[in-house]
């Protein structure tokens, strides 16, 4: 009869409950075509997510097979490509960081004599020949390229524009030479002589000294530095004047420049949100002019990694390109990929057409995925048209009484299931208690009538009668501790304990069944073991238990090893055998009551509630046990206890 109830109960709450609910619901949001839309979307995200995914994983993997080359036409969306050393420094493109050294006391006498000619004094032709002092007193490149800075820009204030000039070609000797104070001398006198340059005679002038900049940089011949940056908004305004030229193809240079420039400098803060694959790296920031910076690496055989920088706007068209974008759009929605910083910005500029901003990405910390209207009133009028919900509703409502159904049945195989275990276990324990009961009985009747032959046959009987005592005492402890723990009436006694003292002292009861059954077995106990708070009597009886079923499963490879560590907060204990193993699907349940491995029917005889009672025991000390596979075969049980967690 409670059992009717149950069903009755259960199919009123879970079938027809919902039904109403799911009918109710279907009719309003089938007048509510802003929710159908935002429902719409949300079906769609996960498509989205994986076609960039798709996208990343492949992009990807043709770094790991091609490093070096990239294929426009195949990936778009790469801006440029990288690499680092083993110590995480770029080599590619090569980057510059200031050193700061010490300058060399003549030459910090003779470059300060020529700065206060030049900016106090205002003499630049006495500046010039302090600075030509410099150069000869320089110890170092990073000295002479300073002084030769400085000797170009007094030249050009005296309008010794051919002088200056010469200097500069004098700088090109040093074109991976940081100054004293960190700035790049051939960047300076470049963007000093750029801007200097009269206009517009000298365009030409102007446009290859930029021109000679900047593919130096593309050719590495220049590092990128700090300053490489700024250099390039300040050449960009340069070519301000000439903008009715036809300059592009040096500006998309200058850009590139820019980017990647921007990247390196902000590759520490790349780092701080970067996700670590086996197979890739993922890094995603704002970078300093605001845009954000999306890039993927791939580590090296020789300890370094090659990388490329990702342009989300090429990627987002990809996406777009694919069927999941197509329908989308098809649908009256457009995308965009930007990093979490910029999420308010998104909203503030779109507005009530925004429909969803989520993660974009599975493996990209920081990478979020906007969608939004392209046309408002043609979404709504699509969903309205449409009338989706309806069928969504009725979908919807048919897999709730199919659950509701699935349930019903369910919970009924679970009762018979567990009647049939209950009558499976009350047979076994019947098998379990008469087989020691049997053999105490022989043993004793034989000693009683005394049909011995000699002394030590005589003790060999009262080891055997002793022995099965234990057994039979260990199993009935079984039972009445289970039935105690599942109905909460067992009650422990914590006590601070060293774990690898309770194994030790629970495997000298084995030791007879060692000897005589000739296993070899293996004891390994870290030293200096933190202590835990737990019963003694509780751990025992769960080691115990665990011991006696890896020699009673054991197979012809008599071997167990046990082992007891350590790891972080935790003390665990690994129990391992040679035995037939548990099969993997069943690893978890195995530790549920009456339940036992599908594998070891006619093998050995057992009552069920031995790994019950292990993970009653451990969970109840709030440790955790898990069963895993042991390589070369058999089976490791694994408990671990928690470090100075006193039960309350």
């Known amino acids: 009869m409670p059992g009717h109830r149950l069903r009755l109960t259960l199919f009123l709450g879970l079938i027809v409950g919902p039904a109403g609910i799911l009918t109710f619901l279907s009719l309003r949001a089938a007048l509510d075509e802003q929710r159908s839309a935002l429902a719409d979307v949300r ?143 051939l960047t300076l006198s470049t963007l000093r002589l750029a801007q200097r340059i009269a206009v517009p005679s000298a365009a030409t002038g102007r446009i290859q000294l930029i021109q000679e900049w900047t593919a130096a940089v593309i ?22 004047p000439f903008r009715a030229q036809e300059k592009l ?58 990388g490329v920088r990702i342009d989300l706007q090429a990627l987002t068209d990809v996406i777009l390109a694919t069927d999941s974008g197509q329908a989308l759009r098809d649908a009256g929605f457009e995308i965009a990929l930007f990093g979490a910083d910029e999420t308010l910005e998104f909203e503030q500029r779109y507005g009530d057409d925004v429909r969803l901003v989520t993660t974009a990405s599975n493996f990209v910390y920081r990478l979020n995925l906007g969608i939004y209207s392209r046309d408002q009133p043609f979404v709504f009028e699509h969903y309205r048209n449409r009338n989706a919900l309806f069928v969504g509703g009725i979908g919807l409502l048919a897999a709730t009484i199919g659950l509701g159904l699935w349930v019903v049945i369910r919970e009924t195989t679970r009762e018979l299931e567990t009647a049939r275990l209950r009558a499976e276990f009350v047979a076994n324990v019947s098998h379990e208690l008469r087989t020691p009961l049997t053999t105490i009985r022989m043993y004793a009747e034989t ?50 304990l060293d774990l690898g003292q309770v194994v030790r002292d629970t495997l000298d009861e084995f030791e007879p069944v060692f000897d005589e059954q000739h296993f070899e077995v293996a004891v390994d106990v870290d030293n200096d073991l933190p202590v835990i708070h737990a019963d003694r009597e509780a751990l025992a009886t769960a080691v115990a238990n665990l011991v006696g079923n890896a020699v009673k499963y054991s197979s012809a490879e008599r071997e167990i090893d046990i082992r007891v560590y350590a790891v972080k907060a935790e003390v665990c204990v690994d129990i391992s055998d ?71």
């Open 43 to 185: 079906v769609r995200v996960p498509a989205i997510r994986a076609q960039l995914d798709a996208r990343l994983a492949r992009i990807v993997d043709d770094l790991a097979t091609d490093p070096i080359q990239a294929d426009a036409s195949e990936h778009p969306e790469i801006m440029f490509r990288f690499s680092l050393d083993p110590q995480g420094h770029f080599t590619s493109p090569r980057v510059l960081h200031p050193a700061l050294p010490d300058r060399s006391p003549a030459f910090s006498t003779a470059i300060l004599r020529g700065q206060t000619l030049e900016f106090g004094e205002r003499a630049p032709l006495r500046a010039a020949e302090a600075y030509r002092h410099a150069i000869i007193a320089a110890q170092s490149p990073g000295e002479q390229a300073e002084a030769l800075n400085a000797l170009g820009r007094v030249l050009l204030a005296t309008r010794d524009t051919d002088g200056a000039f010469q200097t500069h070609q004098q700088l090109w000797d040093y074109p991976k030479t940081l100054d004293t104070d960190g700035a790049h001398p």
């Open 219 to 240: 050719a590495q011949d220049i590092p990128l530095h700090p300053g490489t940056l700024l250099a390039v908004s300040q050449l960009r305004k340069s070519l301000w």
């Open 249 to 306: 193809e040096l500006l998309a240079d200058l850009d590139r420049v820019a980017r990647q420039a921007e990247f390196a400098m902000a590759y520490d803060h790349l780092l701080e949100t970067a996700i670590v694959r086996p197979e890739a790296t993922y890094l995603c920031c704002r970078g300093s002019t605001g845009a954000d910076l999306l890039a993927a690496a791939h580590a090296t055989e020789s300890g370094g990694a090659v």
């Open 447 to 496: 000693l009683l009538l005394d049909r011995v032959s000699s002394d030590e046959e005589r003790h060999e009987y009262l080891r055997t009668v002793m022995r099965e005592a234990q057994r039979l005492s260990r199993m009935v402890g079984n039972i009445l501790d289970f039935s105690r723990l599942e109905s909460g009436r067992k009650d422990f006694d914590p006590i601070e």
């Open 578 to 648: 040679r035995g037939i193993g548990i099969p993997e699907t069943e690893r978890v349940v195995v530790f549920d009551k009456y339940r036992r491995a599908s594998n070891v029917a006619g093998r050995a005889t057992g009552t069920g509630l031995g790994l019950a009672l292990v993970a009653g025991i451990v969970t109840s000390h709030r440790g955790s046990v898990e069963v895993l596979a042991r390589d070369g075969g058999g089976t490791t049980v694994s408990m671990k206890f928690p470090i100075h967690k006193k039960l309350t």
